[in-house]
């Protein structure tokens, strides 16, 4: 008698479990036939006079390490208000800033590429 629950159990689990995470599969290509991807899209790096940058990059890097200070729309927060900064300030002197801190903002936050693209990003904010 003890087998009879035993083996309802793993029925129940069983079919229980064979109901979960089927929904996300992508059906599968004939097996005589290649499968065929859609091709990559790609959004073109934005040509400003502050020159091209990736502006999606820009925002999601500046979301990561700016934000915390300067607020997710740029409001201003513990730091300056940067919504306008393009019109006060250009690409370079934002590169001199992201480079060598300023006030309370620590040098150094982010270099290379990553500056260049940020500094583009917010120059362009007017």
């Not at 793993?10 to 979960?20: R, Y």
């Not at 700016?66 to 940067?82: F, M």
């Amino acid at each position: 008698m003890k087998r009879i629950p035993l083996v309802l159990t793993a029925a129940v689990l069983a079919f229980s479990l064979s109901a979960c995470g089927g929904g996300n599969q992508q059906a599968q290509p004939p097996a005589n036939q290649p499968a065929t991807e859609a091709p990559a899209t790609e959004t073109p790096p934005a040509t400003t006079p502050s020159g091209s940058y990736d502006a999606a990059t820009a925002e999601t890097m500046y979301k990561n390490t700016c934000s915390s200070c300067h607020g997710q729309t740029l409001e201003g927060a513990v730091g300056p208000n940067l919504q306008k900064i393009g019109g006060q300030l250009n690409k370079e002197q934002i590169m001199g800033i992201l480079e060598k801190g300023k006030g309370s903002m620590p040098p150094g936050l982010v270099t290379g590429k990553d500056a260049e693209n940020i500094a583009a990003w917010l120059a362009d904010k007017k």
